[in-house]
């Protein structure tokens, strides 16, 4: 089946001799970062720029050859089992690489996609086979439109670590995955299931290996035998699974214990609803204490008695001295993808 394209209010064919008529029809400016994606496909060049999410920096570009863009969306569609005519949905910005790659994936497979506008609370998402969006996103429509999130067919979470939290909100339906991967690995890499079953660990697509460093550095294996090093702390299960801890520049040294922010903002996402890192803080005596920080623009009025509660809480389902000593309620700055920046 041919690819098709549902934007600016109508089904077109997904091919390049209606990329003249895309431009004049699409003005909004989600919709022009489309079909600068579909210009740059269809244009002579063998590569393509992506900006990284801006997550652990400055957005930077990266180049990838259209033709391991091409691999990197066969082995999603292999891994799925997704077929020619699958209906898919687009709710993420098209300029990066996990909005980019489904498009790409589109052309690849032969589906109809379906164009939304990238938002907090996606609209438009029934009817679809195939969708990617954030864990922020996800949150919103298991929150507000339960119904819809039922009728979904299979759902990639990706752009930062999924809560146990949301995990157990999702009602039934969907069959959910989390991605594990970056720009320079042309969107995922591995994938570990949620829902209806829940594993531990990430498993690589094929091709992919993994190595444990000594010091316990997750390092990536490319099909075509190179190495990237990654700033990511692993449990390495074998050379294509692993369970991911955290990041390793994250890693807060408190008197002498290692604290991994991301395991215990895992643990905290079971009390605390809206957004909110964990983050290091100079003290004197251990060096680093741990901070919570709820995203919010001033404390609610009942801030002392949630911040007593969080408190007794973490010091009996955290490991020792790995509850937060101090909690503020301050603005959390967001990277243009959407994900949450730690302090």
């Known amino acids: 089946m041919r690819p098709r394209i549902h934007i600016a209010g109508q089904w077109w064919p997904l091919q390049k001799d209606k990329l003249t008529s895309l431009k004049e029809s699409c ?19 063998a590569e393509m720029t992506s ?3 801006g997550s652990t920096g400055a957005p930077k570009p990266i180049v990838h050859a259209k033709k391991d863009m091409v691999e990197s969306a066969e082995r999603t569609i292999r891994f799925f089992k997704l077929l ?4 898919a949905v687009l709710v993420l910005p098209a300029r990066f690489i996990g909005g980019k790659m489904m498009l790409i994936r589109a052309l690849v497979g032969g589906w109809d996609i379906k164009i939304e506008r990238p938002g907090a609370l996606p609209e438009g998402v029934v009817p679809c086979d195939f969708i990617a969006m954030t864990p922020a996103q996800a949150a919103a429509l298991v929150e507000h439109r339960p119904k819809a999130w039922e009728q979904l067919g299979t759902v990639l979470l990706g752009g ?8 157990q909100q999702m ?17 995922h890499f591995a994938v570990r299931q949620l829902a209806p079953i829940q594993e531990a660990a990430f498993q690589c697509l094929e091709g992919f290996e993994v ?11 490319f099909p075509n035998g190179k ?22 520049d994250d890693v807060i040294n408190s008197g002498g214990i290692k604290i991994h922010p991301a395991q215990i903002e895992r643990a905290l996402a079971s009390l605390i609803t809206g957004p909110f890192k964990v983050y290091g803080e100079y003290h004197a005596t251990w060096g680093t204490q741990l901070v919570l920080r709820v995203h919010a623009t001033a404390p609610p009025a009942n801030a002392s008695q949630l911040e007593a509660e969080w408190t007794a809480w973490a010091k009996r389902h955290l490991p020792p001295h790995h509850s937060p000593k101090r909690i503020e309620w301050k603005e959390l700055k967001q990277t243009g993808s959407g994900k949450w920046l730690r302090p």
């Open 84 to 87: 020619p005519g699958t209906q």
């Open 211 to 221: 190595v444990q460093t000594e010091d316990s550095v997750l390092e990536i294996v």
């Open 51 to 53: 900006l990284t999410s």
């Open 160 to 167: 930062s670590a999924v809560d146990d939290s949301l995990i």
């Open 27 to 45: 003005t909004q400016a989600w919709e022009r970062e489309v079909v600068q994606v579909l210009t740059d496909w269809w244009s002579e060049g």
């Open 227 to 248: 190495h990237l090093k990654t700033n990511d702390a692993v449990k390495v299960i074998g050379a294509n699974a692993f369970e991911w801890l955290g990041r390793r």
């Open 171 to 187: 009602p039934v339906g969907p069959k959910v995955f989390e991605s594990f991967g970056m720009t320079e690995t042309i969107s």
